[in-house]
């Protein structure tokens, strides 16, 4: 396979994570990123052991880059405090092979950037790709320059305007009336506080996530820490107030007040059940911001000529399971498997031409990268579509039959109930099982072999880890 020049839009996890996986394939890589890095903001991010099974293979020094293990989740009542649900992650090294861990979003997206930069990828900032055609594999940005590539990677998040472009349809964002308060608070403010340390993070508690709901008002409340367990990442869920509405953006303010309120709202409404601590817990926040609620439906395909689209571009779900930064760099090593150049010895002909850049006749390993792009489509978007619409269940809760059946198109496989308890052992079996690298071999051997796509049954053998 001869060296690919390839574009990608975007330089988020998503994008920055196909950066890594197709230089280290060989490729000549480029980046186009709309924003210029100026003000990198975000909050803390969950990666689970079939996504740090990626991180540990591009070699990121984990460790460096504030990682905290998470070794529980608690649940606790709302008013007594009292666990309703308690798991124990300690196990997880030893029954997936990695480990359950956050990461300020910043500090994981440094690392990602520096490697890329490192294995010699060109990011470019303050261009935005405005036209896009899939077939010729050419884009346009900002400025009016015109790029030809051999594969581009739309890697542009939630908001990709480029659906239409795969697709033919647009699949406009929808919200619901649910919206997200968001603050990062130190640890060291929490421990010092008289009530909120003591009764929901104790001296010698385990790190990881501590969370509660109100079922009567339908406030969700999640927590848990990143950078070394100095900071606490808090997430509250609650009915979108009217000068919320249009609030997409996940980084615009909001005041530490009103989010105070909806647990003093809580409280009232449930005649004082809904204890105190978690409105003095967030209280303990210097600055909050929201943002609404949106989701995007299941594509039917993520492919079209030299285009591809990775991470939330191609599959936006809710952290109900902590599989969003999961799924992109899955997609992401995937690419760099599916595109890798062949071992020393091996002759793979991409387009016509080998490994060296000499051209090749018709032969036994001849691919193209339309062909190679429906490949990694084929056991790529069952696993996503299947994933995101077990983590979108709030936004279909006017239509339930609608899961199962989107499911049921794309994968026929054992799967959790729906009402398995969360991050449960068998959640845990059913998505931290998965090994990209050797599912990617398997299906390109199945090509190279049988001379076609592989078919379902071979897909969904190990597709997700219920038997």
């Known amino acids: ?50 996504s740090n099974r990626v991180l540990h293979h591009w070699g990121l020094d984990l460790p460096a880059l504030g990682e905290t293990l998470k070794l529980q989740a608690r649940h606790l009542n709302s008013e007594t405090l009292e666990y309703e649900q308690k798991l124990d992650f300690t196990g997880a090294e030893e029954r997936y092979g990695y480990v359950l861990n956050g990461f300020h979003r910043v500090d994981i997206h440094k690392g990602l950037r520096e490697k890329a930069e490192e294995l010699g990828v060109k990011i ?62 130190p ?9 909120v340390g003591p009764l929901l993070f104790p001296p010698h508690s385990r790190s990881g996530f501590c969370n509660t709901t109100s079922a009567p008002t339908g406030l969700l409340l999640v927590t848990y820490p990143c950078r070394h367990d100095s900071v606490l990442n808090l997430a509250l869920f609650h009915a979108t107030h009217a000068d919320e509405a249009h609030k997409s953006d996940w ?12 647990c003093e709202r809580a409280e009232r409404e ?55 930064a999961a799924m992109a760099v899955e ?24 490994m060296n850049g000499e051209e090749k006749g018709e032969g036994k390993n001849e691919e193209s990268v339309e062909e190679m792009l429906e490949l990694y489509n084929s056991f790529r978007l069952p696993r996503a579509v299947v994933t995101q619409m077990m983590s979108n269940g709030m936004f279909y809760w006017d239509s339930r039959p609608k899961i199962s059946d989107t499911i049921r198109r794309h994968y026929s496989g054992k799967r959790p109930d729906a009402e398995t308890a969360w991050f449960s052992e068998e959640i845990q079996d059913f998505f931290y099982r998965y090994n990209v690298f050797a599912e990617a071999q398997k299906m390109l051997s199945w090509k190279r072999k049988e001379g076609s796509l592989p078919p379902r049954k071979v897909i969904e053998e190990n597709l997700f880890g219920l038997k």
């Not at 980084?251 to 909806?262: F, I, K, L, W, Y």
């Not at 498997?337 to 016509?352: D, P």
Request: hydrophobic content about 40%; some cysteine; charged content about 20%.
């Open 1 to 50: 396979m001869q060296v690919l020049d390839i574009g990608i839009i975007g330089a988020g996890i998503a994008g920055l994570g196909s950066a890594i996986a197709l230089r280290r394939s060989g490729h000549t890589v480029t980046i186009f990123e709309k924003s210029q890095f100026k003000n990198e903001v975000g909050a803390a991010i969950t990666f689970t052991p079939n």
């Open 270 to 324: 449930t005649g004082g059940k809904f204890h105190g601590v978690w409105k003095e817990l967030v209280a303990c926040a210097d600055e909050m911001k929201v943002y609404t609620l949106g989701w995007r439906e299941p594509l039917e395909r993520m492919v079209r000529g030299r285009c591809v689209l990775v991470g939330d571009a191609a599959h936006p779900m809710m952290p109900t399971h902590a599989q969003g």
């Open 251 to 262: 980084n615009s303010p909001a005041r530490v007040a009103d989010a105070v309120a909806e």
């Open 331 to 354: 997609d992401a090593a995937a690419l760099g498997e599916v595109f890798a150049r062949g071992e020393e010895g091996e002759e793979v002909v991409l387009n016509g031409v080998g």
């Open 187 to 195: 640890f060291s403010r929490i421990h010092a506080h008289p009530t």
């Open 124 to 185: 470019h900032l303050g261009r935005e790709v405005v036209d896009l055609d899939c077939e010729a594999g050419t884009f346009t940005t900002n400025d009016g320059e015109t790029f030809t590539k051999d594969l581009i990677v739309l890697a542009d998040g939630f908001n990709c305007k480029f659906h239409a472009h795969i697709t033919g349809d647009a699949n406009p964002v929808s919200h619901i009336p649910r919206s997200l308060y968001r603050a990062l608070i």
